[in-house]
């Protein structure tokens, strides 16, 4: 089966058909066991069950350490511990391990191009958070140098999605929000959903909105992100979009629901059992509210804590 229909699966969150395609490999040439254990990794992964996809991971490498099939586990455990990075907000490690697999594997021809655009869009979606709109340029130029078959809906979605990062970027909303929209309507034409579901996308649509003031449609669509980032486990859109709604509610000067919803965030942090690093984002969303109530104090403390984002930027200022 070529890589391109194995993708296709991975896109469509098709996990079980990864397994019975590893289980098929392994019938026919019981020696490829590091491809069906690779292919059951990608199907844990494509489910969003990254607790799962960790342990499997450690296993898979350890298992395979010292042996002819270590590079070719190596390149498939980097590419799902990129996802996992990005899922829990560890966003150090997730620029790490990517920039050690695109050094090392960008010229290689054995590693698949759509791979390449995948981590390359993760990094792009880590910027686009992070306000590294430097950066997200730069990820973006790098997608461009790839020579993609124009027939491969899921690789040009892949580098659709990222332009659609980079012009929201760059404030040109309109022509952001145009790409989103092609690029949400290829994702419910061909079922794209799980890890390469439109959050950017949808993200980017908000965005516009609220950039033109109509506030609803946008706090309707960050609800929408919100919704999808839970079910495939996508945390920091989650948060992301909780932070907004959280946003409306200071604007209107409802402070105690704003500061409700900061709680919460940081109470479903507190409960979750794994590793993660998105503390920062309730931290954000809270300096936005005390920033409108003038809480010196609180401010100052919270300052301390978060990265240097834009809005951060203009409330130290």
């Given amino acids: ?32 066991i590091a491809a069906a254990e690779v292919l059951d990794l990608m199907a844990y992964l494509v489910e969003c069950d990254f607790v799962g996809a960790e342990a499997k991971l ?30 829990y907000g560890r966003f150090k490690e997730l620029e790490n391990t990517a920039e050690n697999f695109l050094k090392e594997n960008s010229k290689l021809p054995s590693v698949e191009q759509g791979e390449l655009l995948d981590i390359l869009r993760i990094l792009a979606q880590k910027h686009l958070i992070l306000d590294e709109f430097e950066a997200l340029e730069k990820v973006y130029q790098s997608m461009l140098d790839y020579k993609v078959d124009s027939q491969s809906s899921n690789l040009l979605y892949l580098i659709k999605s990222v332009s659609a990062m980079v012009l929201m970027s760059q404030g040109e909303f309109i022509k952001a929000h145009e790409v989103a929209n092609k690029n949400i309507a ?27 003031a109509r506030n609803k449609e946008a706090l309707a669509i960050f609800e929408e992100v919100k919704n999808l980032a839970e079910s495939n486990s996508q945390w920091p859109w989650y948060f992301m979009a909780d932070g907004y709604l959280s946003r409306e509610y200071a604007l209107n000067n409802q402070m105690a629901e704003a500061l409700a919803i900061v709680r919460d965030e940081r109470e479903k942090l507190a409960n979750m059992n794994f590793r993660h690093e998105l503390n920062f984002i309730p931290d954000v969303n809270e300096l936005y509210c005390r920033h409108m109530i003038r809480d010196i104090e609180r401010i100052e403390t919270l300052l301390t804590r978060v990265p240097n984002l834009i809005m951060v930027q203009q409330i130290r200022a």
């Fill in 58 to 87: 450690d296993t898979v490498k350890y298992k395979f350490k010292g042996t002819a099939d270590e590079n070719y586990v190596d390149a498939a455990t980097t590419l799902a511990q990129c996802h996992i990075h990005f899922a």
């Fill in 186 to 212: 290829i994702a419910k034409q061909n079922n794209y959903t799980g890890l390469m579901a439109p959050i950017d996308s949808l993200y980017v649509m908000a965005k516009f909105h609220l950039a033109g």
């Fill in 1 to 32: 089966m070529p890589h391109v229909e194995l993708r296709e699966m991975a896109f469509q969150m098709r996990s079980d058909e990864l397994r019975n395609y590893g289980s098929e490999i392994l019938s026919r040439d019981p020696k490829r």
